[in-house]
């Protein structure tokens, strides 16, 4: 792993020397079986920021009254995640929000209100 030319930003590898110095017992790639190295390794994880959102109630409340009937059957959320995400018990990730944002503007919400809250959140992605 160290080996690797792309290590020092990796965030698999920061936990795997984390765990050499704190953990009994920890799993790792094998290294010998992966054929992967510099840019072409699937296994490279980046931190990296996210503004995540917490609740729609606003912008639904915008909806004409006519469009809001059976509006989360258009989303990709059952009806209990619906009202979950709807309310900010749980947070959208930003792909997610631009699923929602044009789903919202299909229906004639009024997009500039926004979420009705953001928060950022350091995600790890795959680069």
């Known amino acids: 792993m160290a080996s690797c030319t792309r ?10 020397v984390k765990a050499l110095t704190c953990a009994d ?3 790792v790639l094998n290294v010998k079986h992966l054929q992967c190295e510099g840019e072409k390794c699937p296994y490279h994880l980046v931190s990296e920021k996210q503004v995540w959102a917490r609740g729609f109630q606003r912008i639904y409340s915008t909806i004409p009254a006519g469009r809001t009937h059976y509006f989360y059957s258009r989303t990709p959320y059952a009806r209990r995640r619906f009202y979950k995400a709807k309310n900010g018990e749980i947070a959208i990730d930003p792909d997610m929000q631009q ?14 209100i926004g979420f009705d809250s953001y928060e950022e959140k350091d995600v790890l992605v795959e680069k």
């Open 7 to 16: 290590s020092n930003t990796c965030a698999r590898y920061a936990q795997y």
């Open 25 to 27: 017992t920890f799993e």
């Open 99 to 112: 699923h929602l944002i044009s789903i919202f503007r299909e229906h004639g919400a009024d997009m500039s």
